[in-house]
C-alpha cells in the first residue's frame, strides 16, 4: 500500500521506517500552526483572549477601586478620551490604519497591557523594595521597573501585528508536510516581485509564496540601498502606538481616579461622623488626579508608544542596514527613557514637575504635532502630483 506520492505506508512500512512517525507528527502539528494563520480563526482566539482579560482587569480595579469608585473612575476617564483618539484620527487620514487594527490596538492596550503591567509591576514592587528597601525600591520600580514593563507591553501589540511572518516549510521529508519544497539555489537567486518569494515544487514547477505584509507597512525591494520611509508609514506606526496607548492610558485612568474617589469618599464618610459640614475640599484628591492625568496629560502614554510606532515602521521598510537593526530598540528604548523621566518627575514637587513638564513633555508633543501636520501636508502634495499625472 502507497501513498499518492509514491511512498509506502502502513504497519510494515512504519517499521521499515522508523523516522515515519516522527515525520508525521511534525506534519500534523504544521498542520495545526497552518491552521492559525487563517483569518477568521485568529481573529476568534484573539477576541477570546482579550474578552478574557478585559474582564480580568475590571474584577483587578474593582477591587483596589470599589464597584461605585469603578464606575466613577471610567466615566471620568473617558473624558479626554475622545480628544485624544480625534486627533489620531485626523492623523489616520495619512497612515490609512484599517479600523480592525485599530480596534485590536486599543482593545489590547485596555485590556491585555494593563493586565500584565497591573501584575509584572506588583511583582517588581514588591521583589525591589524586599532587596532594596522601602525607598529606594518604590524610586527603582517607578523609574525604571515600570516603563520597562508598561512599554514593552503596549509594544507587543505592535509586533503582534507589524511582523511580516515568512510562509515557509521546515520539513525536508515531502510525504507528511506536504510536497513543497524550498530550493535555496532559487529562492537565492530569482526574487518575485515584492512581498513574493520563488518556491520550486519537487516537480519542478515554480511557484510563489506570499509574505504576509500590511500595505501600510512595505519593506524595500531586495537590494534596494535608498530609504522608502513615507508619510503613510510612519504616520501608520504612531498612529497605531498611540491608539495602543489610549486603551492604556483609559484603564490605567480609571483605576487611579477610582482609587482617589474611593479615598475621598471614605474621608467625607467619616468626616460626617465627625459632625463636619460637607465642603467642596472633601474631593481634593479626585479633582487634583483628574487635572493631572485628563487635563495636563492625557497625551503622555500616547507620546511614549508612538515613539516605539516609529522605530517599528522605520525598521520595516527602510531599505538601510544599519537604520533596520537600531530603530526599533532604539524607539521603544528612547520610550522608556522618557516614560521614566515622566515618573520621576512627580516625586520632584510642584516646581520640579512644571519643570519637567515644560523641558520634556511640551517640546516632545510640539514635536509630534509638527509631524503630524508634516505628514498630512506631504501626503496631500503626492496625492495632488500623483492625481496631476494620472
Known amino acids: 500500500m502507497s501513498s499518492p506520492y509514491g511512498v509506502p505506508v502502513g504497519p510494515r512500512a512504519r517499521r521499515a521506517a522508523p523516522g515515519l512517525r516522527s515525520h508525521a507528527r511534525r506534519g500534523r502539528w504544521l498542520g495545526r500552526l497552518a491552521a492559525l494563520r487563517r483569518p477568521a480563526l485568529s481573529s476568534a482566539l484573539a477576541a477570546f483572549a482579550l474578552a478574557g482579560s478585559g474582564l480580568l482587569i475590571l474584577r483587578l480595579v474593582q477591587r483596589q ?135 520550486r515544487l519537487r516537480t519542478g514547477r515554480p511557484v510563489r509564496s506570499r509574505v504576509r505584509a500590511h500595505p501600510y507597512f512595505r519593506p524595500a525591494p531586495h537590494g534596494r540601498l535608498r530609504s522608502r520611509l513615507s508619510p503613510r508609514t510612519l504616520a501608520a506606526g504612531t498612529v497605531l502606538g498611540g491608539v495602543t496607548a489610549c486603551g492604556f492610558s483609559f484603564t490605567e485612568n480609571a483605576l487611579y481616579l477610582g482609587r482617589a474617589f474611593s479615598a475621598d469618599r471614605q474621608a467625607r464618610l467619616d468626616a460626617i461622623g465627625l459632625g463636619q459640614a460637607p ?53 521603544l528604548l528612547l520610550a522608556m527613557a522618557i516614560h521614566g523621566t515622566w515618573n520621576a518627575a512627580a516625586g520632584l514637587g510642584t516646581d520640579g514637575f512644571l519643570l519637567v513638564y515644560g523641558l520634556v513633555m511640551v517640546p516632545a508633543f510640539a514635536v509630534l504635532v509638527c509631524f503630524a501636520v508634516w505628514a498630512q501636508t506631504r501626503r496631500g502634495r503626492q496625492s495632488a502630483v500623483a492625481a496631476a499625472h494620472g
Not at 480592525?100 to 509584572?120: E, K, N, P, S, Y
Not at 511572518?165 to 530569482?190: E, H, L
Open 65 to 199: 477601586t470599589g464597584t461605585v469608585g469603578l464606575l466613577v473612575g471610567m466615566g471620568l476617564a473617558l473624558l479626554p478620551l475622545p480628544f485624544v483618539l480625534g486627533s489620531l484620527a485626523w492623523l489616520n487620514r495619512t497612515g490609512r490604519v484599517p479600523m480592525r487594527h485599530a480596534l485590536f490596538c486599543l482593545a489590547w492596550g485596555a485590556c491585555a497591557a494593563t493586565t500584565v503591567a497591573i501584575m509584572a509591576n506588583g511583582w517588581a514592587s514588591d521583589f525591589l523594595i524586599a532587596h532594596q528597601g522601602s525607598a529606594r525600591g518604590e524610586t527603582l520600580g517607578a523609574e525604571f521597573a515600570t516603563p520597562l514593563i508598561e512599554e514593552t507591553a503596549k509594544a507587543s501589540a505592535l509586533l503582534m501585528l507589524l511582523l511580516p511572518f515568512r510562509r515557509r516549510s521546515r520539513c525536508r521529508t515531502a510525504p507528511p508536510c506536504g510536497m513543497v519544497r524550498r530550493d535555496a539555489r532559487a529562492a537565492a537567486g530569482r526574487r518575485g516581485p515584492l512581498g513574493t518569494r520563488v518556491v
Open 279 to 331: 465642603s467642596l475640599r472633601d474631593f481634593d484628591s479626585t479633582v487634583h488626579t483628574f487635572v493631572l492625568r485628563g487635563l495636563l496629560s492625557p497625551f503622555a502614554h500616547p507620546l511614549f508608544t508612538a515613539l516605539t510606532g516609529l522605530g517599528i515602521a522605520v525598521t520595516l521598510t527602510t531599505g538601510r542596514r544599519w537604520l533596520a537593526r537600531l530603530a526599533a530598540p532604539g524607539g
